[in-house]
């Protein structure tokens, strides 16, 4: 079965995106998953994340949308194997953010990534794309190549509006490029279930997006900081606390629900007891 390419989007920052694809990658592969992961944030994060501040990439998600005779399956040569187990990667460097205003207004722009990643859904069974927090060519092309969507959130006003946003990206990809993208939901993260005002943004939430509200969220947990900073999956810290295991608790339960959701299906057989 042909893998499933999801992108993962808020146009605000700072709500998880990174660190959401990162782990959700790292316990896809945990389930026998062929997982890449793909970086179209000018930021880098997710790549500085999987290959240490040193990196130096060779080719990065900025060339593949500079090239205008990009072939189906040239990102095959973008590919580098991340120090995290058995995750794939295209970088990103910072360059890419100069993508939109140098190479924006050349014919076939957004579709380059999704040309480029054409046939690699043989070679994967779950490609996650990480975006920048804006609506941009960027987000547009990582839309162009996905099946669907991931919209992640804070609980705030500002994620809301932002979580609006990329709809209406989604939308703008089905009217432009006649190209369906599936909405795979509003996960919130970084709730605080003390918080009254957490309780009163979920409420807003529930009333703009209904049915695709999530009912699993993710905890604001320390444990997605320390993990960030140690470079590792939140089920990979080397002291483990309380935290880090309702972290991967929570993590387990958006890996379930987003394999049902996307239809995504593991192709390596575990034996690992609970992975
Ligand atoms: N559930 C969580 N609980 C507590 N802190 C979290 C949680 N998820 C992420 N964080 C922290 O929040 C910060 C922002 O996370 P991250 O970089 O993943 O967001 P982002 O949406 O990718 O940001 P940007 O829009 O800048 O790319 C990081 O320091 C991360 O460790
Ligand atoms: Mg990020």
Redesign the pocket.
């Known amino acids: 079965m042909a893998g499933r390419v999801i992108t993962v989007g808020?146009h605000?920052?700072?709500?998880?995106?990174?660190?959401?694809?990162?782990n959700i990658a790292a316990d896809s592969v945990r389930r026998g998953c062929r997982t890449l992961v793909v970086d179209m944030?000018a930021?880098a994060?997710?790549s500085e994340l999987l290959m240490g501040h040193d990196f130096q990439p060779e080719t990065t998600t900025s060339d593949l949308l500079a090239s205008p005779d990009i072939e189906a399956g040239d990102a095959a040569e973008a590919i580098v194997s991340t120090q995290w187990h058995g995750i794939d990667l295209i970088p990103a460097e910072s360059d890419l953010e100069n993508r939109e205003a140098e190479n924006g207004a050349e014919p076939g722009v957004a579709r380059r990534l999704a040309t480029s990643l054409e046939g690699l859904r043989d070679r994967y069974d779950l490609v996650l794309i990480?975006t920048?927090?804006r609506i941009s060519l960027e987000l547009t092309s990582a839309l162009l190549a996905s099946d669907g969507v991931l919209i992640?959130a804070e609980p705030d006003a500002d994620a809301r509006k932002g979580a609006r946003r990329v709809m209406g990206a989604v939308e703008a990809a089905a009217a432009g490029f006649d190209h369906k993208v599936a909405v795979y939901g509003v996960l919130l993260?970084?709730?605080d279930q003390r918080l009254v005002s957490h309780a009163t943004e979920r409420a807003q939430f529930l009333q703009a997006f209904g049915d695709l509200m999530w009912r699993d969220s993710?905890?604001?947990?320390?444990?997605?900081?320390t993990?960030?900073?140690e470079r590792v999956p939140v089920f990979g810290l080397r002291r483990r606390d309380t935290g880090s295991h309702e972290?991967e608790g929570?993590l387990v339960r958006v890996v379930d629900e987003l394999f049902v959701r996307a239809g995504v299906q593991p192709s390596i057989p575990t034996t690992v007891e609970g992975a």
Not at 12 to 22: I, M, P, R
Not at 218 to 225: E, F, G
């Open positions: 808020n605000k920052g700072g709500v998880s995106k990174t660190s959401l694809v990162a944030d930021q994060n997710l990480d920048p927090p992640v993260t970084k709730m993710i905890r604001d947990r320390a444990a997605w900081r993990a960030k900073s972290a929570d």
